[in-house]
């Protein structure tokens, strides 16, 4: 036997083992999208280091956020689990909205704008979605139950 056939039938497993991955993420997307309510959005929990200003493209994570009842679910998009990251419940607050500038705007999807929120346990992450998302996560935010702790801004 030639020495690169074992050589070939290593790069053919791989190859195999690469596009069975990249069929685990397909499904895995559309398993998450099944019942409605999922858009794109990315996060970043940690605010950027002073100096840096906050249109550095460090600590951006992308992914899918899923409306669960009074939780917003996100998963990774490159991820294999089908269990949420991190799961924010409806008493948040919105602060304020930009658009990404510089080197962020390439690290996030193209069209998104990032608005500030404010946790119940007072951590301020960011959040980056489309227009059209953003409107629907301010509708579902004001959307609150009655009684609901919300502060204002």
Do not use: K
């Not at 195999?16 to 397909?26: H, I, M, Q, T």
């Not at 895995?28 to 840096?52: D, H, I, K, Q």
């Not at 951006?60 to 269990?83: H, K, T």
Request: glycine content about 10%.
């Amino acid at each position: 036997m030639p020495w690169w056939q074992p050589v070939l039938d290593i790069v053919a497993g791989l190859a195999f083992l690469a596009a069975l991955a990249l069929v685990a993420l397909f499904v895995r997307r559309r398993w998450l999208n099944r019942y409605g309510g999922t858009f794109e959005c990315s996060v970043r929990m940690r605010a950027p280091s002073r100096g840096t200003g906050p249109q550095t493209a460090r600590g951006w994570v992308l992914g899918l956020a899923r409306y669960s009842g009074q939780d917003l679910e996100w998963f990774r998009i490159f991820s294999f689990s089908p269990r949420p990251q991190w799961v924010f419940d409806r008493s948040l607050t919105v602060g304020a909205r930009r658009t990404p500038h510089g080197a962020e705007a390439f690290s996030l999807y193209a069209g998104h704008r990032v608005v500030a929120v404010r946790l119940a346990d007072g951590r301020t992450i960011e959040l980056a979605m489309s227009d059209r998302a953003l409107t629907g996560f301010l509708a579902w935010v004001e959307a609150a139950p009655p009684g609901q702790d919300r502060r204002p801004t």
